[in-house]
């Protein structure tokens, strides 16, 4: 069981805007950033948003995110298909003094 | 460019420790705010972050593998180690080291070695 909920799956269509929810508590998401990265099947996770809506570059502006209390999520607007992967959220836990995941969400393109 | 390697073996017994090295260019781990983490992911289950070392060689470990796990570092080969004891079926995973700076987050990972835990 991750300590942060994410759901198991989210789908949609080519050109849609899909929203992909983290929920975790006081102690990481309430008080630290998040961070969202997607990872492909045998391959590394790569950072796609970092201190809660920051953007890498190289990370195109359809990927964006927000925070708000103990809760985050992540926005992906005209979706492709090759935005098929797994989205994972992070955060620091201070109660642990170290990172926490969520379980991963697959996202189907459609 | 920062890059990250995971080495280490692919199939260990039950009971074995296994020990991984994550080799490392593109920076160093005497500057100030750097760290290195590993993380693994279990086939078809979440990223699990492990330990995390500092420039400072201030440690983490993830509390539910804290009595198993060791890391250390060593900056003259730009490598940290990671051993997990007495190592179980469950521990099978492929096993990541990232890149820790510190608000910016794990922003650059290795690409991942996979442990097969099987007697």
């Known amino acids: 069981q991750s300590v942060l909920t994410q759901p198991p799956s989210a789908s949609g269509t080519p050109g849609q805007r899909v929203t992909i929810s983290c929920s975790g508590s006081?102690?990481?998401?309430?008080?630290?950033?998040v961070y969202w990265y997607q990872k492909f099947p045998g391959t590394a996770p790569k950072l796609l948003i970092y201190?809660?809506?920051q953007r890498p570059s190289g990370v195109p502006d359809r990927f964006s995110a927000s925070k708000s209390g103990t809760s985050a999520s992540l926005a992906i607007s005209g979706l492709r298909s090759e935005d098929e992967a797994d989205y994972h959220c992070?955060?620091?836990?201070?109660?642990?003094?170290?990172?926490?995941f969520g379980g991963g969400t697959k996202l189907i393109v459609l | 460019q920062i890059t990250l390697k995971e080495s280490g073996p692919t199939l260990v017994k039950p009971t074995q420790t296994l020990t991984l090295t994550c080799t490392f260019s593109?920076?160093?781990?005497?500057?100030?705010?750097?760290?290195v983490a590993w993380i693994r992911q279990p086939p078809g289950k979440a990223l699990e972050w492990l330990a995390l070392?500092?420039?400072?060689?201030?440690?983490r470990y993830s509390p539910s593998l804290r009595s198993r796990l060791t890391i250390s570092k060593d900056t003259s080969k730009n490598q940290v180690v990671l051993t997990l004891t007495n190592m179980d079926p469950v521990d099978t995973a492929t096993y990541y080291c990232?890149?820790?700076?510190?608000?910016?987050?794990?922003?650059?990972w290795g690409q991942g070695t996979t442990v097969t835990v099987s007697s």
């Open positions: 990232a890149v820790e700076e510190g608000l910016d987050g794990m922003d650059v």
């Open positions: 593109g920076f160093s781990l005497n500057t100030f705010g750097k760290g």
């Open positions: 070392i500092y420039w400072d060689d201030n440690k």
């Open positions: 006081n102690s990481n998401i309430g008080r630290n950033y």
């Open positions: 201190r809660n809506n």
């Open positions: 992070a955060a620091w836990d201070d109660s642990l003094s170290g990172w926490v």
